[in-house]
């Protein structure tokens, strides 16, 4: 069983930047090296939208088109936290931010359906204003 919790959401303005933190926790001796994690955002009345994805074995990213170049996602490969990066936010970014993870090897197409991962987090309310 693994359980997550987010931290590092808030309020802030047009352009700021935040860091979100993912904190998996893990029954005891069980390593997180090859576990996949994500995050993903979800506006009240919209499906859920893949934001960024990063890789165990090897730490290869993945992003959305509309934060890539903007959002950074990483980790250490053998424990958490995962984090998320965001800079130069906009509005639009406005979200709950939620981690999500496997301990199973994805595709690349698979990270954006969210449909392969197996924990989630609560999410942290991530808002951007104008």
């Known amino acids: 069983q693994v359980q997550l919790g987010e931290s590092g959401g808030g309020l802030v303005q047009a352009g700021d930047s935040l860091r979100l933190s993912c904190v998996a926790s893990v029954a005891s001796g069980r390593s997180l090296s090859h576990f996949v994690f994500a995050w993903f955002r979800q506006v009240p009345g919209k499906e859920r939208e893949f934001v960024a994805g990063i890789s165990g074995v090897g730490g290869r990213t993945y992003y959305a088109d509309s934060v890539n170049g903007r959002f950074t996602i990483s980790r250490d490969t053998a424990r958490t936290p995962v984090y998320l990066q965001m800079n130069s936010l906009k509005p639009e970014d406005t979200a709950v931010y939620s981690c999500?993870?496997?301990?199973?090897?994805?595709?690349?197409?698979?990270?954006?359906?969210?449909?392969?991962?197996?924990?989630w987090g609560q999410g942290t309310q991530v808002t951007v204003s104008s």
């Open positions: 999500a993870t496997t301990p199973r090897y994805l595709d690349p197409r698979d990270y954006y359906t969210g449909q392969e991962f197996d924990y």
